[in-house]
């Protein structure tokens, strides 16, 4: 057992189940907290050197826990708090699975839950950018200078004032030598146009 990063998990996910804000995300938590205490006491025996089981009901209990944090990312909405403590369970669980549970669910419910986590951290991240994109793309409409508008305007009339040949501005046309027209149109074999 790495002894220093499970007492650095320890230490954090017992904080934050100590504060307000997990009072607010979860109400009492009953089940998450049952949880916890049931991993933590196992896995202390251990890193004290001592050996430890874990029964029916301490496998029941965390399963338990686990479905309620599954539940949590699934459906609420993630707030920082909640985010962190995800993966501090997350990992919690990782630990109690590898040296006392041996249960393949554990592994796959503590993936579960931090690849819902990341997916809506990655999505939150998506929408922030295309926020930011929007009200760029909206700032650089609304300073669109009106010259361009007036520009295409007098690009526009002075393409006509050539078609028809008139002199343009203060300078004599020199568009009647040059004058355009419309290709005419081949025809094809069927002898139309």
Known sequence: MNRDMYLKVRNSIVRAMNSQEF?????????IKASVDTMIKSLDIMAKGGRTGVGQNMRETVYKGTMVMLEFVTYHKLSNFLTSFAFMYADLLTIFNKELAYNMDFDIMADAIR?????????M????????????AER????????YGISRHFVEKIWKELEEGEEVGDYPNKAVEFTVRKKPMKKNKCGKR
């Open 140 to 147: 650089y409409l609304r300073l669109e200078p009106p010259a």
């Open 125 to 136: 991240e998506a929408i922030d950018v295309m926020k930011n994109l929007l009200d760029r």
């Open 23 to 31: 009072t607010r995300e979860f109400g009492k938590g009953d089940a």
């Open 115 to 123: 690849s819902i986590v990341r997916s809506h951290l990655t999505l």
